[in-house]
């Protein structure tokens, strides 16, 4: 606090420095007025000046600053203008007349996107301390004249020509970057996006050549303008998602991330269409996900991780009760560390496993553990006479279904202990070896314990959630054995809470909101992705987040040269835990099968089920026509309800009754087809 008093008397004299300098400029709408005075346009502005109208044009509302040489020609063009056009005395500049010009003007197709109305996660800073710290938002799409757009329509002049100057303009000029989301996080860098055209001008080639690796060779010459200008690349090197840095000093960071459009940054399975929109647009659609998720860093499994780690970062300062010095330590309840997953959790490839079994063996359930999503087809011969009278099957799906599951879950937050006859007990999060195959499932249901949804054989690894369902059904529970995890806690609260927000936000902007009735939920979301198609490309985006960022929990090894039994890169986060990944997939699994059994208990039985959609046979072509009410015509408590929030569902299709029988004659998954599409395959 001392040095608050010299740092604020610093401030003013380099504010007054300013001034007698003649550095500091007329307010925008004087800007306006003097050169509308003069009867300039801003094309002549822009000519005279070597810019081009959208700089000048960005200038006048306020939204960017001139800089250098420039700034100099321009204020003195302004200093002209004003002994030429004095104004009236009279005349003062009201605060309507500052915004009169704004940026929702500015920039055709690209209106600043306003707030959500609810549900959004409060910053730990204010909104003004963040606009200080990054005045021009979280990113930019930079388009091959030099123009940068961000987010709300503010236009920025870029002249670099090549990547390297990119990364120095970015840095030093540009005003971009978003706060951290956690108080112990870091700030986001600033992200570029490049269009096609922008690409081009700063020396990269139009495709990739390199079509496994997706990266440019070492000896190219952007590679070797970086090394020289003394930037480094990530070990994942020059390719889509390049991220540029140098070694922080004195706890600075600089990293600059770009996502290259035409290299496919932007996976048309995540971002849909928007590689296709114009610079403005695609800037608001990121920077939309940015302010909602997080500022994009990679592939939408890699935002899913990035978001985990920024909302619960590994560290925290630590004071030394000893010296009374500070120290960076771990920080509870977040994944501090990378730990080796027990044996009947890794994936084949894995070395616990290759140094456990000889090569090419065959893991059985007892052996490996098997938590994946439901993919299973009722037999045609058990539909019912009353079923076969029902003309439809309707197909309902879960809204966020993994996110959903996320929420309140307890995981384990350290490395397995080994445990021999253990005793199950709910709160313990892990896998335990124990035979669940005596276990009666009436068979128009699918058996719970098993993806298929078929009887186990035996004895089998089940992660807590599905061995807890057992419980919950009345059975008794004799594990053999389990890899058990006490330190443990809700590290996915956090991340769950972000994305249910994101995603409420975005329906919302599509017409689609909490408390609607019923009636209301289905018409809104019959039509909710031609409500607004920027914002469903977001919607889009928001899923792909949830589906990606759990199946990155256990990811795979990459690239024709590896081999079984060696460690791969992904090994060494402390976020590559398949356990997690498991426990989230198994309470997923099981929350729709005790919605199933409750449906069940109302005479109705699913004819198939993949993922977070099930498809039921009904009178009717809509959801209401055959989801159960009480006496009092509300919907049955603990059973499938329909709404926007996540957990509850919504119409994923129909089919008729004859198209259904087909799919399950031929063993195909009506579930998969119902859409019309593949479209419930993806899970989410």
């Given at each position: 606090m001392t040095d608050q008093p010299q740092e604020l008397l610093a401030a003013v004299d380099s504010l007054l420095a300013a001034v007698d300098n003649g550095t500091v400029l007329p307010l925008p709408a004087e800007r306006v007025r003097l050169r509308e005075a003069a009867g300039l346009t801003q094309a002549a502005v822009a000519q005279a000046l070597g810019t081009r109208v959208p700089s000048v044009e960005a200038w006048e509302t306020g939204r960017a600053e001139p800089k250098g040489e420039r700034r100099e020609a321009y204020r003195r063009l302004l200093d002209g203008l004003a002994q030429r056009h004095p104004a009236p005395a009279s005349s003062t500049v009201t605060p309507a007349a500052r915004h009169e010009r704004s940026p929702a003007h500015s920039v055709q197709g690209a209106p600043p996107s306003p707030p959500p109305k609810a549900h959004t996660v409060q910053?730990?800073?204010?909104?003004?301390?963040?606009?200080?710290?990054?005045?021009?938002?979280?990113?930019a799409v930079l388009d091959g004249d030099g123009t940068a757009y961000c987010p709300g329509g503010t236009l920025l002049d870029c002249p670099a020509t090549t990547i390297a100057q990119l990364v120095d303009w970015t840095l030093q000029e540009s005003g971009l970057g978003a706060q951290r989301l956690h108080r112990h996080g870091k700030d986001s860098d600033p992200l570029i996006v490049l269009t096609a055209q922008a690409a081009e001008r700063l020396g990269l080639p139009a495709q990739l050549e390199d079509r496994r690796g997706l990266r440019l060779a070492d000896d190219h010459l952007v590679?070797?303008?970086?090394?020289?200008?003394?930037?480094?690349?990530?070990?994942?090197?020059?390719?889509?998602?390049?991220?540029?840095?140098?070694?922080?000093?004195?706890?600075?960071?600089?990293?600059?991330?770009?996502?290259?459009?035409?290299?496919?940054?932007?996976?048309?399975?995540?971002?849909?269409?928007?590689?296709?929109?114009?610079?403005?647009?695609?800037?608001?659609?990121?920077?939309?996900?940015?302010?909602?998720?997080?500022?994009?860093?990679?592939?939408?499994?890699?935002?899913?991780?990035?978001?985990?780690?920024?909302?619960?970062?590994?560290?925290?300062?630590?004071?030394?009760?000893?010296?009374?010095?500070?120290?960076?330590?771990?920080?509870?309840?977040?994944?501090?560390?990378?730990?080796?997953?027990?044996?009947?959790?890794?994936?084949?490839?894995?070395?616990?496993?290759?140094?456990?079994?000889?090569?090419g063996h065959q893991r059985t359930p007892a052996e490996v553990l098997d938590e994946e999503a439901f993919e299973w087809i009722r037999d045609p011969e058990q539909l019912t006479d009353d079923e076969?009278?029902?003309?439809?099957?309707?197909?309902?799906?879960?809204?966020?279904?993994?996110?959903?599951?996320?929420?309140?879950?307890?995981?384990?937050?350290?490395?397995?202990?080994?445990?021999?006859?253990?005793?199950?007990?709910?709160?313990?999060?892990?896998?335990?070896?124990?035979?669940?195959?005596?276990?009666?499932?009436?068979?128009?249901?699918?058996?719970?314990?098993?993806?298929?949804?078929?009887?186990?054989?035996?004895?089998?690894?089940?992660?807590?959630?599905?061995?807890?369902?057992?419980?919950?059904?009345?059975?008794?529970?004799?594990?053999?054995?389990?890899?058990?995890?006490?330190?443990?806690?809700?590290?996915?609260?956090?991340?769950?809470?972000?994305?249910?927000?994101?995603?409420l936000a975005t329906m919302e902007r599509l017409g689609v909101t909490q408390g609607m009735s019923e009636p209301d939920f289905l018409a809104a979301m019959a039509q909710h992705q031609q409500a607004d198609p920027a914002q469903a490309i977001v919607l889009s985006a928001i899923k792909a987040t949830v589906k990606g960022g759990i199946g990155k929990l256990r990811e795979r090894p990459q690239g024709a040269g590896y081999r079984p039994g060696e460690r791969w890169p992904a090994l060494e986060r402390p976020t590559w835990r398949p356990d997690i990944r498991a426990a989230v997939i198994a309470a997923a699994r099981i929350n729709m099968h005790r919605k199933m059994l409750k449906l069940a208990s109302a005479g109705l039985f699913p004819i198939a089920v993949l993922s977070d959609c099930a498809v039921y046979l009904s009178d009717g072509p809509s959801p209401l026509d055959f989801l159960p009410r009480t006496p009092e015509g509300k919907p049955l408590p603990g059973g499938f309800r329909l709404g926007v929030s996540p957990g509850m569902v919504k119409h994923e299709g129909t089919q008729s009754l004859m198209w259904a029988v087909k799919m399950l004659d031929e063993g195909h998954n009506p579930a998969r087809h119902i859409k019309g599409t593949d479209a419930a395959a993806s899970g989410e």
């Open positions: 910053p730990k800073e204010s909104t003004s301390d963040a606009r200080s710290l990054f005045p021009n938002g979280p990113l590679v070797r303008q970086l090394a020289r200008a003394k930037w480094k690349l990530t070990r994942r090197g020059f390719g889509p998602w390049p991220r540029i840095y140098r070694p922080a000093q004195d706890g600075r960071r600089q990293c600059v991330q770009l996502a290259i459009v035409p290299w496919g940054a932007l996976d048309a399975r995540t971002w849909g269409s928007a590689d296709q929109l114009p610079a403005p647009e695609l800037a608001q659609v990121l920077g939309d996900y940015a302010a909602r998720v997080i500022v994009p860093r990679g592939s939408a499994a890699v935002c899913g991780l990035e978001l985990m780690t920024a909302l619960r970062p590994p560290t925290c300062p630590v004071k030394d009760d000893a010296t009374g010095t500070w120290t960076s330590g771990p920080n509870p309840g977040a994944l501090a560390q990378s730990v080796d997953p027990a044996p009947p959790e890794a994936p084949d490839e894995h070395p616990v496993v290759t140094a456990r079994y000889p090569r076969c009278v029902k003309p439809f099957a309707v197909g309902i799906d879960i809204n966020m279904a993994f996110a959903a599951a996320a929420n309140r879950l307890t995981v384990g937050l350290g490395a397995p202990v080994h445990a021999t006859t253990p005793v199950f007990a709910k709160a313990v999060p892990g896998s335990w070896l124990v035979d669940l195959s005596h276990i009666d499932v009436d068979p128009r249901l699918p058996n719970p314990f098993t993806p298929h949804g078929q009887r186990p054989d035996g004895p089998a690894w089940y992660a807590t959630p599905t061995v807890a369902y057992a419980a919950e059904l009345g059975h008794t529970i004799r594990p053999l054995e389990a890899w058990l995890r006490p330190e443990s806690g809700p590290y996915l609260d956090a991340w769950y809470t972000r994305l249910r927000d994101a995603y």
